[in-house]
């Protein structure tokens, strides 16, 4: 059975940091290019930022630059969200999922419309 989990969110202040994780089982995500996306209470899910296949290129939206990395942890089955200098605009439901046209191209992208699989997200806030 195909399935992820997100974990490691939570209640930080601005400027703090977080480290998410999203486990897989079922399946490997090193076979996948893999993205995470965010959903703010009566926003669209957007993506932030995800990690490519081929060579683990990454790519994200311009909010979190400087701020956001991905990486992946093979033995562990397991794609990490470093989030750095959180900002009262980075609150959501955060989520990963595994790019089903990854075949289809080298790098990644952002639309949410190309991801499956979607775990059931963790909580990120921020609050002072």
């Known amino acids: 059975q195909v399935q992820l989990v997100e974990s490691g969110g939570g209640l930080v202040q601005p400027g703090g940091s977080l480290r998410l994780a999203c486990v897989a089982s079922g399946f490997n995500l090193d076979n996948y290019a893999i993205g995470w996306f965010r959903q703010a209470p009566g926003k669209e899910r957007e993506g932030v930022i995800c990690?490519?296949?081929?060579?683990?290129?990454?790519s994200n939206t311009e909010s979190v630059k400087g701020r956001f990395t991905v990486s992946r942890d093979s033995a562990k089955n397991t794609v990490y969200l470093q989030m750095n200098s959180l900002e009262p605009e980075d609150p959501g439901i955060y989520y990963c999922?595994?790019?089903?046209?990854?075949?289809?191209?080298?790098?990644?992208?952002?639309?949410?419309?190309?991801?499956?699989?979607w775990g059931q997200g963790t909580q990120v806030t921020v609050s002072s």
């Open positions: 999922a595994p790019d089903r046209f990854t075949l289809f191209h080298r790098d990644c992208g952002l639309s949410s419309s190309a991801y499956t699989s």
């Open positions: 990690i490519s296949r081929s060579d683990d290129s990454t």
